[in-house]
């Protein structure tokens, strides 16, 4: 009987609060508290719908000289290469047989 009453109170309260049943040797103990429901700022909001999508024209694309990736200029991984190689477009580097950088998608 006693399980029944405190799975009836579980399964009622569980969509408005949280229920804690604890086994303290000769009874049981209940507790109940209400989860706060996440509400994101104006400010989350904003940026998530208005932030602009634009992809940037670069002057030129970078690869190593034996590479099979091309990078834009503000790359990461196209600043720590040695033997450099321009592409004047995407286009160029993309017939040339390379793929673009999975990091800065050019």
């Known amino acids: 009987m006693l399980v029944i009453i405190l799975l009836w109170i579980f399964c ?4 408005q609060e ?3 049943i ?3 040797g000769d009874h049981y103990h209940v507790e109940t508290y209400n989860i706060p429901e996440y509400k994101p700022s104006k ?3 904003q940026k998530k719908y208005h932030k ?3 992809k940037r024209k670069e002057k030129y694309y970078l690869s ?7 990078h834009r200029p503000h790359c990461k991984f ?3 290469i040695k033997k450099k190689v321009r592409f004047k477009t995407r286009s160029k580097a993309v017939k040339s047989g390379l793929r673009p950088c999975r990091v800065c998608k050019p």
């Open 64 to 70: 190593k000289e034996k590479g099979k990736v091309f």
């Open 12 to 15: 009622f309260s569980y969509a």
């Open 78 to 80: 196209a600043k720590k």
């Open 52 to 54: 602009k999508k634009h």
């Open 43 to 45: 400010q989350k909001l």
């Open 18 to 20: 949280r229920v804690i």
């Open 22 to 24: 604890q086994n303290r």
